[in-house]
């Protein structure tokens, strides 16, 4: 079983440089999330979205850019990479959000700005 | 501000019975949960908490207080294998996750 899947796993990228991390799930969740982990902090909410089409702002959106043509995708783009942008990139999802809040997290895709 | 306060690193024997405390400020509460990832990987979910009390899972017990902004993860009979880190997260009012840090568990033989 696949679940949630991201791509790249690592990427290393040079200041100013652009990328997208692609997120997949097959459970037919309607919500997904994007969110960063770094050391000594916990995971941080970057953008998520709702369902096909919609997207929304989470907590440390700035320097990120998201899409959700589709239900089962969910890309994270970096427009103008920086530094501050290295760290352990998790996709999630979920069924819905007003429930037992069980998100399903990708294997994570670790991203080096030099 | 919203907080999760949990212990940075805690270290026990494998077969004891160790406790990770989860203390936390929010604005508003729709539920408590617990997370497990190993080094390198995805968190995973162990538990969710909604109503104070203690809810056991196997070897794995989560206790809320609402009132305290408390909750606790037990593991019982620990194993080599549940070295790992144990991260508490609370729904808030808008349903958003709330990450604590993580507690790194360190399982010595």
């Known amino acids: 079983n696949a679940g949630v899947t991201q791509t790249p796993k690592f990427r290393v990228l040079k200041t100013g440089q652009s990328m997208t991390l692609l997120c997949a799930q097959d459970?037919?969740?309607?919500?997904m999330y994007w969110y960063r982990q770094d050391p000594g902090m916990g995971l941080r909410l970057i953008h998520y979205?709702?369902?096909?089409?919609?997207?929304a702002k989470g907590e440390v959106p700035d320097g990120y850019n998201v899409s959700r043509l589709k239900k089962q995708n969910f890309l994270l783009g970096l427009e103008s990479a920086a530094p501050s942008q290295t760290s352990v990139y998790f996709c999630?999802?979920?069924?819905?959000?007003?429930?037992?809040?069980?998100?399903?997290f990708g294997e994570g895709s670790r991203l080096t700005v030099l | 501000g919203q907080n999760i306060d949990q212990p940075t690193e805690m270290t026990a024997t494998e077969g004891a019975i160790v406790q990770i405390n989860c203390t936390y400020q929010?604005?508003?509460?729709?539920?408590l949960f617990w997370y497990q990832q190993h080094a390198g990987e995805a968190p995973t979910f162990l538990s969710y908490?909604?109503l104070d009390g203690l809810e056991e899972k196997g070897r794995f017990s989560s206790f809320l207080s609402r009132s305290k902004g408390y909750s606790y993860l037990l593991l019982k009979e620990l194993q080599m294998k549940d070295s790992a880190s144990y991260l508490c997260?609370?729904?808030?009012?808008?349903?958003?996750?709330?990450w604590g840090a993580g507690t790194k568990l360190i399982i010595k033989p």
């Open positions: 459970m037919n969740h309607e919500y």
């Open positions: 999630a999802s979920s069924a819905w959000r007003e429930s037992t809040g069980e998100l399903f």
């Open positions: 979205s709702v369902g096909e089409g919609t997207t």
């Open positions: 997260a609370v729904m808030d009012s808008n349903y958003q996750l709330i």
């Open positions: 908490n909604v």
């Open positions: 929010t604005s508003g509460f729709n539920g």
